[in-house]
Every structure is written in structure tokens, then in C-alpha cells.
């Protein structure tokens, strides 16, 4: 059977471990203070994708060959370090990730999901799983949990470790954790095969707190609410910064001790929407490691007419996503409406309001707005009906226009467009694309955000995702093909190569990046003893913000 380091590991490899000493874990939660906020990793609080910022992965001393690492994740795929016993690692070698908080920004505690699988056979090297922080240094200052054969509280049968295990309290620094070889100095937790200690871990998410003392600030004050006598609806503008914090989150602005206007003034493309509020702190937590904007420019709206006439107190505060907050404006405003009202209610009413039309779709468009799946290569939906004016007259020579927003957010953007025909009739069909929802309008300068015409249908789409299996020799095998999808996001989707066994499909080596066309290509050496067997194998990618989980057709090879 060859080994599955990736998502699925079983007893593929053998076990074999020294005793080493534990290190107790001193974990507590700080209280609740302005100041603080939650990056995640992986998986949020509800489950959905959280990307992996501020991770990276590195190896100590020489690992050999099979030992891999990958800091890529989803809620189903954790990252990963393994220390595999395909190649002998000397005592003091290892597979290493590495969690890097935001600049500005202090690691003060938190919690990570992890798997810790450590064994071995002898007395005189042992495979280790090893959490850090703030330094990656074996010694008690730094180690806090650790898993080895012989080791409480991992010797559960398997001297593994599954589990939440919190970081120690305001330490700083970075976080660590590794999968390695631990004991004796110039031992070996692998002899080949069977005579081997092999270690691995894996993160399946992370909730890291940190801490954040920047002061938000704001310049450059102007805008009619500033000026004499404002009136009717008044604006007043500035530039917002949070410079070495996590970013401008909201602005309030009160007059005379009421909020008039508090909000976020920017979400940073939903960056900057929080995916949770930690109970225990009450901090923010966002997926990003620098996740609002630090500076920003700001135009705000107030309405005056149910201000009396006179002086007022305005005052401004700025808070950033780590809850610090600065009042950045404190001042005297005076507003007069009553002349101005006057003057409105003797000028002619004006009529600026757009016309509205009804459309209604054929039979099959009328059917997709239930929402539709579809493979990436049929996406381009076709999309048809008729338009009227409000009297229920066809209404020709209108522009129709096709807009489209990723499943992931953001902006809409026009994809087609064209004019009703003479008895209202129009046709629309969306260029090929990833999940997302698409957004019918009619009307001359209609915007899909705002139409007041509009159809929409929502499309989840699946990548079409190839494979081929070449074996050139020496238990080789090169996995190659295509993942067919646009746009890929950033950064490029990963693909899996998994091979069926007894206990169904398990991953084979490390996931892969597809290029920048969508092509990947992959290389595993397997073990000589799989050399003259038949296997069966397929390549996989996990769901994501923009597309479906895909399987490519099973493909089988003999391996030479």
C-alpha cells in the first residue's frame, strides 16, 4: 500500500519512540480589553473557509526524502508536518510550521485544533509533535504541549493527541509546531521501513488572539457640516487612519451626545467584516492578518432638518478592529434650516425617478432562478425573456444588461448586454465562469446593486479536473492535468492526488498548486515494493469560495 502522509493517515508507516520529558501547558485567558483581536486560520467559527495568513512551514536539518509539510487548508483539510520513516532523520531534523502574527499586532494567547501522532520502538530517539511559543527552542521557556511515546497526556494507545489546546498567555513572539525527531544525539528516529519512529501533525484551525495598541487619527476636516449655518442634508468629510493597527473599522458621529451615524466605512472587499466576536474577550475576529483598511477617506452624510437652529456639539470617533478608539473631532457646528425650507417648498417639484419595467422570462430562464449547477464548462448559461413599461406595454430599445458577483463577494461586473428588439424581446448569454450570481437589469445607466428591474439567478459551478498517470521507472509516478476553472483566486486552488486501498480513497504525498493555466504536474516516489502492482488513483480539489469540491475520472497504472 503506499503511504498517505496527506489527509488520511492510518498505521501506513511504522511507529517507534523514546520517552522525553513533558512540559506542562500554562494556558489562561486574559480579560476582556480594548486592544485586542482574533485572527483564524483554516476554519471559522461557522465552519466556512478561512485562508491560512501568516503561515509558513520550514524543515530542521536534513528530513530525506517523503517528509513534507503544507500550510494550505480548508475546514476538511488541515495543514500538515510529517516526519515520515522513508528516509532516516538524525535527532534534532524535523517538519515545522510556523504562524507569524501581523505586524503591529503581539500574540497574546488563543487556541489551535490540532492532531499529534508521535511513536517509535527504541530507548534512543523517539518521534516528537512539539507546540512552540514565542521561540522555537527545546526548553521549558518555549515548549508548552508535546506528544512522544511514553508521554502523557498523549498516551492514549497510540501516544497521539487529538484536540484544543490553548497558547499561554501573552508570551509574544511566533508560534511553532513541529513534527521531529527527538532524544539521544546521534541516533536516528528512522532506520528504513519498519525500524523507524515517524512523527506527524496537523492543524485543522486556529484562533489566535493578539494584541494591538495602536491610536487612530484622523486629518484634513472639511465638508458644508463644518461650515456656518449648515443645513438640509450636510456632509463632512476626512481621512481615517490606524497607522501600525489592524485598520479602520467604524466611524461614529454623534451631535449633542446622539449617534447620527456609526458604521464601517469601508469592508475592504469583506476583509473587513469580523466572522465572529470571541465570547471570552469580546475581540473581533477576522479572517485577514491585516484586515481593515489603515487609511481611509471618508464622506459622511447628516441630515439637519431635525436639528433645531443653533449651535450644536459634534463630535467624531474613530475605532479600529482591535477596539482602540480615538475621538478625532470634538467641536462647536451651528445649522440653519427654516429659510432654506421655506425657499424648497416654493421651488416646482422635479421628478428624476427612473422608469420601471417588468420582465419576464421564457420557460428556461425561468427555471434557473431557483438556482443552478453546473460544470465549469457548460457556466455560460443562456439567459432570455421580455421586457414591458409599467403599463404592460412591450417596451423596445431598452438596455438590458447581464451582471455578475463572485459567490465570494464583492463587486458586481457587467458581462453582456444588449437592446430589447422591437416587441421587447432580449437575449443575454454569460461568458464561462466560477460560482457566482448573476443579475438581469433593464433600464438606460442601470446598476445591478440599485436596479429597480431585476432578475436574478444564483450558479454553483464545478471545476472539469483531468488526470494522467505515466510511470517512467523506479517507482516513480508523475500525476499530471488540469484544473479547468476561471478565475482561480489567490492563491491557486490545490489539487490531491489519492489512490484507492482497503479503507477507501487516502491522499498520496502532498497536495499540489495548479499553475497559472490551471496545469499541475507531480512527482512521488513510491516504495520498491509497490514496483509490478496495480492501483488505481484520481486527482481531487476541495471546495472552495468559487467553485465545488471536483473529481477527476479514475485512472489506473502499474507502477515500474
Not at 484634513?220 to 449648515?230: E, I, K, N, V, W
Not at 436596479?451 to 459551478?461: G, L, N, P, Q
Amino acid at each position: 500500500m503506499l503511504n498517505a502522509p496527506g489527509l488520511n493517515h492510518g498505521k501506513a508507516v511504522a511507529f517507534s519512540a523514546a520517552v522525553l520529558v513533558a512540559l506542562a501547558a500554562l494556558a489562561v485567558a486574559p480579560a476582556a480589553y480594548a486592544g485586542q483581536w482574533i485572527q483564524v486560520s483554516c476554519a471559522n467559527p461557522n465552519q466556512s473557509a478561512a485562508p491560512s495568513q501568516g503561515w509558513t512551514s520550514f524543515t530542521t536539518g536534513s528530513t530525506g526524502y517523503a517528509s513534507n509539510n503544507g500550510t494550505s487548508c480548508t475546514p476538511t483539510s488541515p495543514m500538515y508536518a510529517l516526519l515520515s520513516t522513508d528516509a532516516a532523520a538524525a535527532v534534532g531534523t524535523g517538519e515545522d510550521l510556523q504562524y507569524t502574527p501581523p505586524s503591529g499586532s503581539t500574540l497574546a494567547g488563543g487556541n489551535v485544533d490540532v492532531s499529534l501522532y508521535a511513536d517509535g520502538y527504541g530507548a534512543s530517539a523517539s518521534g516528537t509533535a512539539v507546540l512552540y511559543t514565542p521561540a522555537f527552542a527545546y526548553d521549558g521557556s518555549d515548549v508548552f504541549f508535546q506528544c512522544a511515546w511514553g508521554l502523557s497526556p498523549c498516551e492514549n494507545g497510540t501516544n497521539d493527541f487529538s484536540g484544543v489546546i490553548a497558547l499561554p498567555a501573552n508570551r509574544g513572539g511566533n508560534f511553532y509546531i513541529g513534527a521531529g525527531c527527538g532524544g539521544l544525539a546521534g541516533q536516528y528516529c528512522a532506520e528504513g521501513g519498519s525500524q523507524g519512529a515517524w512523527a506527524l501533525i496537523q492543524v485543522g484551525w486556529a484562533d489566535f488572539l493578539l494584541t494591538n495598541t495602536s491610536s487612530p487619527a484622523a486629518t484634513g476636516f472639511g465638508g458644508t457640516l463644518l461650515s456656518t449655518d449648515a443645513h438640509g442634508t450636510a456632509d463632512i468629510a476626512f481621512t481615517a487612519t490606524d497607522p501600525n493597527g489592524p485598520g479602520v473599522y467604524s466611524v461614529t458621529v454623534q451631535i449633542d451626545g446622539n449617534t447620527v451615524y456609526s458604521a464601517t466605512p469601508n469592508t475592504n472587499q469583506g476583509e473587513c467584516a469580523p466572522v465572529a466576536t470571541d465570547a471570552t474577550t469580546g475581540a473581533l475576529m477576522f479572517d485577514w492578518q491585516q484586515p481593515c483598511l489603515q487609511t481611509e477617506t471618508v464622506d459622511i452624510p447628516v441630515d439637519t432638518t431635525a436639528l433645531a437652529d443653533g449651535q450644536h456639539e459634534l463630535k467624531v470617533v474613530v475605532t479600529d478592529a482591535a477596539h482602540n478608539s480615538s475621538t478625532v473631532l470634538d467641536e462647536a457646528i451651528t445649522t440653519l434650516n427654516s429659510t432654506t425650507v421655506s425657499a424648497l417648498l416654493n421651488s416646482p417639484p422635479t421628478s428624476t425617478a427612473a422608469p420601471v419595467y417588468s420582465i419576464t422570462l421564457d420557460p428556461a430562464t425561468k427555471r434557473l432562478t431557483g438556482g443552478v449547477q453546473r460544470l465549469y464548462s457548460h457556466s455560460g448559461l443562456k439567459l432570455a425573456g421580455t421586457l414591458e413599461d409599467a403599463s404592460g406595454v412591450a417596451a423596445p430599445d431598452v438596455p438590458v444588461a447581464l451582471w455578475g458577483r463572485p459567490a465570494s463577494g464583492g463587486d458586481f461586473s457587467e458581462l453582456a448586454h444588449t437592446a430589447t428588439d422591437g416587441t421587447g424581446g432580449w437575449t443575454l448569454t454569460a461568458p464561462l465562469g466560477s460560482s457566482r450570481l448573476l443579475r438581469v437589469v433593464a433600464g438606460a445607466n442601470a446598476q445591478a446593486a440599485s436596479a429597480t428591474s431585476s432578475v436574478s439567478v444564483r450558479e454553483t459551478v464545478t471545476p472539469v479536473l483531468s488526470l494522467h498517470v505515466a510511470t517512467p521507472g523506479g517507482a516513480r509516478i508523475v500525476f499530471t492535468g488540469q484544473l479547468a476553472i476561471a478565475p482561480r483566486g489567490t492563491p491557486r486552488p490545490l489539487v490531491f492526488i489519492e489512490v484507492r486501498g482497503p479503507d477507501g480513497w487516502q491522499a498520496v504525498g502532498a497536495p499540489t498548486h495548479v499553475g497559472p493555466n490551471g496545469r499541475f504536474r507531480y512527482v512521488y516516489t513510491s516504495s520498491q515494493f509497490t514496483i509490478g502492482r496495480r492501483f488505481l488513483f484520481r486527482a481531487v480539489t476541495p471546495a472552495g469560495a468559487l467553485w465545488r469540491p471536483a473529481n477527476s475520472p479514475t485512472r489506473h497504472a502499474v507502477v515500474r
